[in-house]
Each structure stands twice: as structure tokens, then as C-alpha cells.
């Protein structure tokens, strides 16, 4: 049973008899969002309030009914009874709801009627109140004239607003007579008073300005009862007519229900009828996620002007070579589905994720009204930097390159200059690296050297000497005269634009002819000023240390007439030398700084490679804080082993230096791996290769210039026949992973100035794989040559020894065939190679399995005889008229 049943009403029952209960009850469902709803009971108190006959009434009850205009009548209206109700007992829960539902909204509406009247009531008690101010003013300036007569109301007053003056006192001498009584009536300009008004959302109420009282005064309408004669109480003012009592005098205090809205301690945890549907439906409270939007479109409202349409804000943005279309959707602040359908409508059917070119985006971008920004990947190098005003600029020391022929003296002449022994230290005597030394001299003033090697694999060492030197001194020697590599180092130079000076060494040898060099160089277009020319000469000797101040000088002038400079105080910028990878120190590359000061700790580029310097090391192993322009130093702390020759740039973080060496990097792996567009020409060769028999190398070295040499001459030694194929090369010691790769592909090692260490040893043991150990270049690029050859085995070559012709054929035995030939070549031997031709056509190729001569065995048969043989295999297609060839093979081991 449910206390529904419970409540119902029951025949035969009867009503108890007792008081009115003062709390009701009821149940209020509530809706909420996501369709949950929850049922609350509701309870009403009310309190008890005694009606004009002792009866009790409801204090919902006791409010007055809502009336019509105002009317001046005499008497007050009978108080209405209250309204009768069914019992309670009787009703059923909806129609308990529904009465309380309506209790509720009366109780409402009689709260706005009882505000209104007292805002009616303080707005006419305002108005007296200055009626009575003018009046005590006009009485006090009458006192003051002390005329008997009443005075006359000057033009001011007359055009006061009081709509009814006060009479003067009782001791005034003519009493002015009381005026008609005014009726108290509605504000024209305020809506009528309804009794259902919507239901709003419930807001913190706010207190209205008080009206003015000089604006009060003017209003005709609401005036002010005036006073009677006498001077006594003021006249009660006109009861609205519809029933509402008269007042008179002052209202008699009536209990008035607490204005609770700004005080919920009573309530707070109670949900009230009110509270309840409190709503805008009036059945179905707000859900919080419409209360957010709520605010948030009051928010819209009142910042960004409502219903006003905000301007198009026009943006930059930045397009690269390719981009995806929501890519672009997402720089523009725009909606994918509509760069969709703008795509659609230029005919290109594409989706979000599919990727445009950079003409198609910017035609999205004008149509859309915003700026494009190019970009490109390359925009992420550096620039070429701008050069240094004038007023920066300071003199720095000259850099000088030895350049010449292999083994005429270069390095010892720099060893003379410098006072040290660079060749005992070289292997073969010969130079295969390229040194950067830095000479000071008597007067402190310094000159940078570089020393080049001289052998012909070591052309681009050379090229990058002149191309970063600013003098060039070309090292001839006097008894052997100009060589291939001296036309070459002179060709070098003239490429680079630089000045030259022809030192002339070994003069103190008896074979020396100096004028000899000065002639043959008129070859090459190379003018000595004792000829007439502008290029200097010098005679010097290297173990004699003879004219070496004269070059000295010689430098000096050429230098101040350069008038070579630099400007320190910036980022510095270099060129690599050399570069190689120290076991201890890591890759090391010798850096020549051409302007600015490279310090320690600066973040750098250098060709794909980027670093921090960890410590700067000058030509005499002295660790050093900075380095100024033209001067050589080891750089210590870069990620990999740079190229020879590639520039160094000092760059703001290091965030900036991966940036641009990962782009370097992957633009010179793209080159590596793009394929060049085919040609007739290029398949012919690659089927050429193809057919070309590959001898494959994994070459390790200790610097990087070296290196490169080695695999340039390695390439010159392949031919058409077998060709050498550079696996790996690389800088540094023997690896595993070296060792794994030749393992894979049966290549040896080339180890030049390195050596392998413990693991790559014993893998090389297990895998069968060779180890070459070089140190002068002549002798692996000799050895390389050799097993390449080796590789393609001997060379066959043929010697024709007879040439006979077939003149009949006779039967030999039951099945075989035998020719009688005459001998018209040579001599045509037992056991050779043998092949007939037909029409110049070979039709049979084997060996002569008998010779005879008059039923004779025979060895041989020379030229004008003739003689019968019988070849191998039973070969029987022999006619006349064909042509026998005998020839010999002999093996030769190949050359390359």
C-alpha cells in the first residue's frame, strides 16, 4: 500500500473535525537533461491570520485582489470573503498540485501588486513633501515683507509645479480656501497591472534610482491632498474603488510576510514550489550545460556586439612547396570542407588529407582574402653573409700555399721556413695530407702555410689549397724541370684568380738549370719578371736554406699589395682542410678561419655535420681560447666527420645548427639516391656496367682528404671489363660493421694509415675476409690494379698457324670423312686447333685428329703440299671448296 491509496477517500468516512493543517504536502517531479527526472515532496507553511469576523484565514488569503484604476469614492468597499476550497482531505495529488501550483502564482502576483502600490505610495508622499517645502518657503518670505496684505506670487512661484498650494496658518490675515480633493490616480506611463504576467528568470534584484524630486513636482498627475483650513490633520486621501478599504490618516501596521529573497537560511536545502519552477517553462528546471551556453552567448553579446557581424580577419599565412589541404585549412582559420569545395569548383576533386602544390594553395589563399608567404625547404640554409663595412675591417696575416710536383721539395722547404722536421714523419717521403701551419717571423709579423701534396691522386687537395689561399708559391725543382703536377698546380691557380711566386729549389745540385724552369714555363703562359713578366721568382734551397729571406720578402710585398683584411669582431666563418676521426678526440677537422673569431663554445655548421667547439688546438698542439682570421686550428666537438672543403659558419643555438645540417644532409641524400633521367646513352652504359665485371672494396683512412683520393684513384683504374666498386669508405679505425660488410659482398679491406681493432679481427677470422694495410698511395692503388686483373684472370690470344684448302673428300673407314687439302699457309700440324669455314662462315671449330701423307702418319705439312686429315668429334660435313685454319692459344695474365 502507497500513501496515495491511503489518502483516498473512503465511503461511509467523515471528515475529523479540527483545524486547517498548516503544512501541506506535495510532489513535484523534476526533469533534468539526458531525460533523468527526480520526484521531491514539496511542503507549504502558512501562517495563521485572523479575518475581520475571527475567522481564520491563510495569509495568501489576506492579500489584497488586484484592482482597476483608481476612483474617488466616500466609502470603503466590503472586504471579500475568501475564496471557499474543498477539503482537503478530498483532493487528489494532482489537484493538490495543481491548487498549490496556483496558491503559488497568486501569492506571486499579490507581491507585485503590493510593491507597486507602495512605489504609487512613496512617489505621492515625495510630492507633498515638496509642496509642503514651497509653501513653508512662501510663508517665511512673507514674514519677512510684515505686509498685511497677502503678497502677490511673483512669476517664479506662480510657475512652481505644486499642483496645489497649502493654505497659510490660521493667523494669516485672509486664509486661502481649501482646493477640491484630488484624485489618486495610475502613472499613464506605466503599463496597466495584469493579474498573469509571464514568469521570469529569477535575477538578483537591483535597487532602482530614486526619482528626483523637482521631476516628481512636475508630474500633474500625482498630486497631493491638500491640507484643511484649519490646519489640521491632512484629509485622507480617495480609496480606489473595487473593494479595497479606505485609509485614513496614517495606515495602521498590517503583518506583512519577510522579504526572503536575499535571506535563504530558512529555506536553504528546501525546494519550494517556486524554486521548483522557478524555470521559463514553469515545469522543467535548466540543465547546467544550458546555463553555460546561456552565459556564454551574454558573454558573446556583450563583447562582441551580438547580432553584429564581425570583420574578416585577414591573415598571413605561410605556404611551402607541398601542403595538405587541412593543413592549410588550419593556417587560414577556415573550415577544411570549404577549401573542399572551393577545390571542387576549380574541377580538382580532392580531399582534406590530400596534398597540393604551392600555385594551387595560393589560388585558395587569394580567393579566401588572405596574404601568402612562400617558402620553400631551402630557406632554411643559411645565407650567404653580407660582407663587413669598411670601418670593421683589420689586416690580417697572408695564407700561402706550397703547391709543385711530387717530391721537389715542398715540404722541406716549409720545414726550412719553419724551423721544423715535417718530413722524417711522412711515409715514402712523400706528402698525402694537406698541413696548415702558421709561420711568425723576425719582425712578428705571422704567415699561415699550406702545404699540398703533390702526387696526382691528390688533384682536388690541391684545387681547394688555391681555392682558399690568397698567395700562391709554386715549388719547381731546378734539375728536373716542370711535371704533370706542376702544369696542374699551375692551371689550379690561374682558376683561382690568386698570385703566384715560382720558388725554384735544389739549386745547390750540379744538375740544377734554373733558366731551363724559366723557360719552359713561358709554355704555360707564365711570365717571370726577369723576362719581363709581372710573376716573381726566387732561387732557394731547402737543405742549403739558401734564398729563403728573399721569399719571405717576396711574400711580404706581394701581401701589402693585397692589402689583405678581415674583421674579427663577428660570427666567425671558415673552410675545412682537413678532417679525419681520432680515436680518442673524436672527429677532428682542421678549420682555416677567414673572418670573424672562432671561440669556445660557439655553436656551428659545418657542411652537413653541426657541433659545439670543446677546444680549439693550434699547429703546435697548444690549446688556444679563440682564433683569429687566417688562422689554421683543430676544432674538437662536431656530431660526424665533415667534407674537405666545406664551410664553416657560426650559428645563434643549436637548435638552429640541427635544423640546417639534417636539411644538408637529406638534400645530399636525395642527390645520392635520384635517379637521372634515362636516355638512350645512359641504358647502353648501364647495360655496359651490367655486363662489366665489379670488383668490390671497402676503403677505410685516416683523414678525409685522403679518403677521397683513394676513391677517386680506385675509379680511374676500371676499365670496360671489370670495374672497381667502393662499397664503404669512410674515416677512422677498422670496424665491426666494416668487417660485416665485406664479409656480405667477399670484398677485402683497404686500410690506409688505420688499423682494425680486437672484434673486427676476430670477425674478419670467422667471415675469411682480407686486410690490405697501405701507407703510401702508389703502392695500393698498384696492388688494387693487380687483383683486378687477377680477378678477370688470363688473357687468351690466338696465333694462326696454316691455312689450307679442301680439295676432295674421301671416305675414312665405315662412317667417317677425310680431306684432302693443299697447304697454302704455314704449316699445318697434328693436334691444333682447327675450324673450316664456308663463305667466310665457321661451321666447324675442334682439333685435327690425324695427318697424312701418302699413307703416312706425319707431324707436319708446310706450305705447297698436300696432304689428308680427319678431325675430332667424326666430323663429316666437309665439302670442296671449303677452307681449313689451324691456330694455337696462348694464355697472357692481363694489365689494367
Same mark, same amino acid.
Given at each position: 500500500?502507497? /500513501?496515495?491509496?491511503?489518502?483516498?477517500?473512503?465511503?461511509?468516512?467523515?471528515?475529523?473535525?479540527?483545524?486547517?493543517?498548516?503544512?501541506?504536502?506535495?510532489?513535484?517531479?523534476?526533469?533534468?537533461?539526458?531525460?533523468?527526472?527526480?520526484?521531491?515532496?514539496?511542503?507549504?507553511?502558512?501562517?495563521?491570520?485572523?479575518?475581520?469576523?475571527?475567522?481564520?484565514?491563510?495569509?495568501?488569503?489576506?492579500?489584497?485582489?488586484?484592482?482597476?484604476?483608481?476612483?474617488?469614492?466616500?466609502?470603503?468597499?466590503?472586504?471579500?470573503?475568501?475564496?471557499?476550497?474543498?477539503?482537503?482531505?478530498?483532493?487528489?495529488?494532482?489537484?493538490?498540485?495543481?491548487?498549490?501550483?496556483?496558491?503559488?502564482?497568486?501569492?506571486?502576483?499579490?507581491?507585485?501588486?503590493?510593491?507597486?502600490?507602495?512605489?504609487?505610495?512613496?512617489?505621492?508622499?515625495?510630492?507633498?513633501?515638496?509642496?509642503?517645502?514651497?509653501?513653508?518657503?512662501?510663508?517665511?518670505?512673507?514674514?519677512?515683507?510684515?505686509?498685511?496684505?497677502?503678497?502677490?506670487?511673483?512669476?517664479?512661484?506662480?510657475?512652481?509645479?505644486?499642483?496645489?498650494?497649502?493654505?497659510?496658518?490660521?493667523?494669516?490675515?485672509?486664509?486661502?480656501?481649501?482646493?477640491?480633493?484630488?484624485?489618486?490616480?495610475?502613472?499613464?506611463?506605466?503599463?496597466?497591472?495584469?493579474?498573469?504576467?509571464?514568469?521570469?528568470?529569477?535575477? =538578483?534584484?537591483?535597487?532602482?534610482?530614486?526619482?528626483?524630486?523637482?521631476?516628481?513636482?512636475?508630474?500633474?498627475?500625482?498630486?497631493?491632498?491638500?491640507?484643511?483650513?484649519?490646519?489640521?490633520?491632512?484629509?485622507?486621501?480617495?480609496?480606489?474603488?473595487?473593494?479595497?478599504?479606505?485609509?485614513?490618516?496614517?495606515?495602521?501596521?498590517?503583518?506583512?510576510?519577510?522579504?526572503?529573497? %536575499?535571506?535563504?537560511?530558512?529555506?536553504?536545502?528546501?525546494?519550494?514550489?517556486? !524554486?521548483?519552477?522557478?524555470?521559463?517553462?514553469?515545469?522543467?528546471?535548466?540543465?547546467?550545460?544550458?546555463?553555460?551556453?546561456?552565459?556564454?552567448?551574454?558573454?558573446?553579446?556583450?563583447?562582441?556586439?551580438?547580432?553584429?557581424?564581425?570583420?574578416?580577419?585577414?591573415?598571413?599565412?605561410?605556404?611551402?612547396?607541398?601542403?595538405?589541404?587541412?593543413?592549410?585549412?588550419?593556417?587560414? @582559420?577556415?573550415?577544411?570542407?570549404?577549401?573542399?569545395?572551393?577545390?571542387?569548383?576549380?574541377?580538382?576533386?580532392?580531399?582534406?588529407?590530400?596534398?597540393?602544390?604551392?600555385?594551387?594553395?595560393?589560388?585558395?589563399?587569394?580567393?579566401?582574402?588572405?596574404?601568402?608567404?612562400?617558402?620553400?625547404?631551402?630557406?632554411?640554409?643559411?645565407?650567404?653573409?653580407?660582407? /663587413?663595412?669598411?670601418?670593421?675591417?683589420?689586416?690580417?696575416?697572408?695564407?700561402?700555399?706550397?703547391?709543385?710536383?711530387? /717530391?721537389?721539395?715542398?715540404?722541406?722547404?716549409?720545414?726550412?721556413?719553419? %724551423?721544423?722536421?715535417?718530413?722524417?714523419?711522412?711515409?715514402?717521403?712523400?706528402?698525402?695530407?694537406?698541413?696548415?701551419?702558421?709561420?711568425?717571423?723576425?719582425?712578428?709579423?705571422?704567415?699561415?702555410?699550406?702545404?699540398?701534396?703533390?702526387?696526382?691522386?691528390?688533384?682536388?687537395?690541391?684545387?681547394?689549397?688555391?681555392?682558399?689561399?690568397?698567395?700562391?708559391?709554386?715549388?719547381?725543382?731546378?734539375?728536373?724541370?716542370?711535371?704533370?703536377?706542376?702544369?696542374?698546380?699551375?692551371?689550379?691557380?690561374?682558376?683561382? +684568380?690568386?698570385?703566384?711566386?715560382?720558388?725554384?729549389?735544389?739549386?745547390?745540385?750540379?744538375?740544377?738549370?734554373?733558366?731551363?724552369?724559366?723557360?719552359?714555363?713561358?709554355?704555360?703562359?707564365?711570365?717571370?719578371?726577369?723576362?719581363?713578366?709581372?710573376?716573381?721568382?726566387?732561387?732557394?734551397?731547402?737543405?742549403?736554406?739558401?734564398?729563403?729571406?728573399?721569399?719571405?720578402?717576396? =711574400?711580404?710585398?706581394?701581401?701589402?699589395?693585397?692589402?689583405?683584411?678581415?674583421?674579427?669582431?663577428?660570427?666567425?666563418?671558415?673552410?675545412?682542410?682537413?678532417?679525419?676521426?681520432?680515436?680518442?678526440?673524436?672527429?677532428?677537422?682542421?678549420?682555416?678561419?677567414?673572418? +670573424? &673569431?672562432?671561440?669556445?663554445?660557439?655553436?656551428?655548421?659545418?657542411? @652537413?655535420?653541426?657541433?659545439?667547439? !670543446?677546444?680549439?688546438?693550434?699547429?703546435?698542439?697548444?690549446?688556444?681560447?679563440?682564433?683569429?682570421?687566417?688562422?689554421?686550428?683543430?676544432?674538437?666537438?662536431?656530431?660526424?666527420?665533415?667534407?674537405?672543403?666545406?664551410?664553416?659558419?657560426?650559428?645563434?643555438?643549436?637548435?638552429?645548427?640541427?635544423?640546417?645540417?639534417?636539411? !644538408?644532409?637529406?638534400?645530399?641524400?636525395?642527390?645520392?639516391?635520384?635517379?637521372?633521367?634515362?636516355?638512350?646513352?645512359?641504358?647502353?652504359?648501364?647495360?655496359?656496367?651490367?655486363?662489366?665485371?665489379?670488383?668490390?672494396?671497402?676503403?677505410?683512412?685516416?683523414?678525409?682528404? &685522403?679518403?677521397?683520393? =683513394?676513391?677517386?684513384?680506385?675509379?680511374?683504374?676500371?676499365?670496360?671489363?671489370?670495374?672497381?666498386?667502393?662499397?664503404?669508405?669512410?674515416? %677512422?679505425?677498422?670496424?665491426?660493421?666494416?668487417?660485416?660488410?665485406?664479409?656480405?659482398?667477399?670484398?677485402?679491406?683497404?686500410?690506409?694509415?688505420?688499423?682494425?681493432?680486437?672484434?673486427?679481427?676476430?670477425?674478419?677470422?670467422?667471415?675469411?675476409?682480407?686486410?690490405?694495410?697501405?701507407?703510401?698511395?702508389?703502392?695500393?692503388?698498384?696492388?688494387?690494379?693487380?687483383?683486378?686483373?687477377?680477378?678477370? %684472370?688470363?688473357?687468351?690470344?690466338?696465333?694462326?698457324?696454316?691455312?689450307?684448302?679442301?680439295?676432295?673428300?674421301?671416305?675414312?673407314?665405315?662412317?667417317?670423312?677425310?680431306?684432302?687439302?693443299?697447304?697454302?699457309?704455314?704449316?699445318?700440324?697434328?693436334?691444333?686447333?682447327?675450324?673450316?669455314?664456308?663463305?667466310?662462315?665457321?661451321?666447324?671449330?675442334?682439333?685435327?685428329?690425324?695427318? !697424312?701423307?701418302?699413307?703416312?702418319?706425319?707431324?707436319?705439312?708446310?706450305?705447297?703440299?698436300?696432304?689428308?686429315?680427319?678431325?675430332?668429334?667424326?666430323?663429316?660435313?666437309?665439302?670442296?671448296?671449303?677452307?681449313?685454319?689451324?691456330?694455337?692459344?696462348?694464355?697472357?695474365?692481363?694489365?689494367?
Amino acid at each position: 500500500m502507497s /500513501d496515495t491509496d491511503n489518502e483516498k477517500p473512503k465511503l461511509g468516512m467523515r471528515a475529523p473535525l479540527g483545524l486547517k493543517r498548516t503544512v501541506e504536502t506535495g510532489k513535484v517531479k523534476q526533469s533534468f537533461s539526458h531525460g533523468r527526472s527526480n520526484t521531491v515532496v514539496v511542503e507549504v507553511k502558512r501562517r495563521r491570520v485572523l479575518g475581520p469576523h475571527g475567522t481564520p484565514q491563510d495569509e495568501a488569503q489576506a492579500a489584497p485582489e488586484p484592482v482597476a484604476a483608481p476612483a474617488p469614492a466616500a466609502a470603503p468597499a466590503p472586504t471579500p470573503a475568501p475564496v471557499p476550497r474543498p477539503p482537503v482531505s478530498n483532493e487528489t495529488p494532482q489537484e493538490r498540485q495543481a491548487r498549490l501550483l496556483r496558491e503559488a502564482e497568486e501569492q506571486r502576483m499579490n507581491a507585485l501588486e503590493e510593491a507597486r502600490r507602495r512605489e504609487e505610495r512613496e512617489r505621492a508622499e515625495a510630492v507633498e513633501a515638496e509642496a509642503r517645502r514651497a509653501e513653508e518657503k512662501a510663508r517665511a518670505e512673507a514674514e519677512a515683507a510684515k505686509a498685511p496684505p497677502a503678497p502677490e506670487p511673483k512669476a517664479e512661484e506662480a510657475a512652481a509645479p505644486a499642483p496645489a498650494p497649502t493654505p497659510a496658518p490660521a493667523a494669516a490675515p485672509k486664509p486661502t480656501p481649501a482646493p477640491a480633493p484630488v484624485a489618486l490616480q495610475l502613472d499613464p506611463s506605466r503599463p496597466a497591472p495584469r493579474l498573469f504576467t509571464p514568469v521570469q528568470r529569477p535575477e =538578483i534584484p537591483k535597487p532602482q534610482p530614486k526619482p528626483e524630486p523637482q521631476q516628481e513636482a512636475a508630474a500633474p498627475a500625482p498630486s497631493a491632498a491638500p491640507r484643511p483650513a484649519g490646519g489640521g490633520a491632512p484629509a485622507s486621501r480617495p480609496a480606489p474603488t473595487g473593494g479595497a478599504p479606505v485609509r485614513r490618516g496614517p495606515e495602521p501596521a498590517r503583518p506583512q510576510q519577510r522579504d526572503r529573497k %536575499g535571506d535563504d537560511r530558512r529555506q536553504s536545502g528546501k525546494l519550494t514550489v517556486n !524554486r521548483a519552477l522557478g524555470g521559463e517553462d514553469g515545469a522543467r528546471a535548466r540543465s547546467l550545460a544550458a546555463l553555460k551556453r546561456a552565459r556564454e552567448k551574454e558573454h558573446r553579446r556583450s563583447y562582441g556586439g551580438g547580432s553584429v557581424q564581425r570583420e574578416k580577419q585577414v591573415r598571413d599565412v605561410v605556404v611551402p612547396e607541398a601542403i595538405t589541404v587541412q593543413e592549410l585549412a588550419n593556417r587560414m @582559420a577556415e573550415k577544411g570542407a570549404d577549401l573542399v569545395k572551393a577545390l571542387f569548383k576549380m574541377g580538382m576533386p580532392v580531399t582534406v588529407n590530400q596534398t597540393i602544390d604551392q600555385d594551387t594553395a595560393e589560388l585558395l589563399v587569394t580567393e579566401f582574402g588572405h596574404n601568402l608567404q612562400r617558402v620553400s625547404d631551402s630557406d632554411v640554409d643559411l645565407d650567404v653573409s653580407e660582407a /663587413d663595412a669598411e670601418d670593421t675591417l683589420q689586416p690580417r696575416a697572408p695564407v700561402v700555399t706550397i703547391m709543385g710536383h711530387v /717530391d721537389h721539395g715542398k715540404t722541406s722547404l716549409l720545414d726550412a721556413l719553419r %724551423g721544423t722536421d715535417v718530413v722524417k714523419g711522412e711515409a715514402g717521403g712523400i706528402t698525402q695530407h694537406i698541413g696548415a701551419y702558421q709561420v711568425t717571423l723576425k719582425d712578428k709579423s705571422k704567415v699561415t702555410f699550406l702545404d699540398t701534396p703533390g702526387h696526382e691522386a691528390f688533384t682536388q687537395m690541391r684545387a681547394r689549397g688555391a681555392d682558399i689561399t690568397d698567395i700562391v708559391v709554386l715549388v719547381v725543382a731546378a734539375n728536373d724541370g716542370l711535371m704533370p703536377q706542376t702544369i696542374e698546380a699551375i692551371n689550379h691557380t690561374k682558376a683561382a +684568380g690568386v698570385p703566384m711566386i715560382v720558388a725554384i729549389n735544389k739549386v745547390d745540385l750540379d744538375s740544377a738549370n734554373p733558366q731551363r724552369v724559366r723557360e719552359r714555363l713561358l709554355e704555360h703562359e707564365v711570365i717571370v719578371e726577369e723576362m719581363g713578366g709581372e710573376t716573381q721568382d726566387v732561387e732557394v734551397s731547402a737543405l742549403k736554406k739558401i734564398g729563403l729571406d728573399t721569399l719571405i720578402e717576396k =711574400i711580404q710585398l706581394q701581401a701589402e699589395l693585397l692589402e689583405l683584411k678581415a674583421n674579427p669582431d663577428r660570427e666567425a666563418e671558415g673552410t675545412v682542410i682537413e678532417a679525419k676521426l681520432d680515436k680518442g678526440r673524436g672527429p677532428v677537422a682542421t678549420i682555416l678561419v677567414n673572418r +670573424g &673569431t672562432l671561440k669556445v663554445g660557439d655553436v656551428f655548421v659545418v657542411g @652537413a655535420e653541426s657541433g659545439k667547439v !670543446r677546444a680549439l688546438v693550434n699547429d703546435k698542439g697548444q690549446q688556444v681560447k679563440e682564433a683569429g682570421p687566417s688562422t689554421p686550428v683543430e676544432v674538437l666537438g662536431l656530431s660526424g666527420v665533415p667534407m674537405a672543403g666545406d664551410p664553416l659558419q657560426v650559428v645563434e643555438n643549436e637548435a638552429r645548427a640541427r635544423e640546417v645540417a639534417e636539411y !644538408r644532409s637529406g638534400v645530399a641524400l636525395q642527390k645520392r639516391t635520384t635517379n637521372a633521367p634515362a636516355s638512350l646513352e645512359s641504358m647502353f652504359s648501364a647495360l655496359k656496367e651490367k655486363q662489366a665485371m665489379e670488383y668490390p672494396l671497402v676503403v677505410k683512412a685516416d683523414t678525409q682528404g &685522403t679518403v677521397e683520393a =683513394i676513391v677517386a684513384a680506385i675509379n680511374k683504374i676500371s676499365t670496360d671489363d671489370i670495374k672497381a666498386r667502393v662499397l664503404h669508405s669512410g674515416v %677512422g679505425g677498422i670496424t665491426e660493421s666494416d668487417v660485416s660488410l665485406a664479409g656480405a659482398a667477399g670484398a677485402p679491406i683497404i686500410g690506409f694509415n688505420v688499423r682494425p681493432n680486437a672484434k673486427a679481427r676476430e670477425i674478419a677470422e670467422r667471415n675469411k675476409v682480407a686486410f690490405k694495410y697501405y701507407d703510401v698511395i702508389y703502392d695500393l692503388t698498384d696492388e688494387i690494379r693487380a687483383g683486378m686483373a687477377g680477378q678477370l %684472370g688470363p688473357e687468351a690470344f690466338e696465333t694462326v698457324v696454316g691455312r689450307a684448302e679442301i680439295k676432295e673428300v674421301f671416305s675414312a673407314g665405315k662412317h667417317g670423312k677425310a680431306a684432302g687439302l693443299l697447304v697454302t699457309e704455314g704449316a699445318i700440324r697434328k693436334a691444333l686447333k682447327a675450324r673450316i669455314t664456308r663463305d667466310d662462315v665457321i661451321i666447324y671449330q675442334g682439333e685435327i685428329a690425324s695427318l !697424312r701423307r701418302f699413307k703416312d702418319d706425319v707431324p707436319e705439312v708446310r706450305a705447297g703440299l698436300e696432304c689428308g686429315v680427319t678431325f675430332s668429334q667424326n666430323f663429316t660435313d666437309i665439302k670442296a671448296g671449303d677452307y681449313l685454319e689451324t691456330f694455337e692459344v696462348e694464355m697472357r695474365e692481363r694489365t689494367l
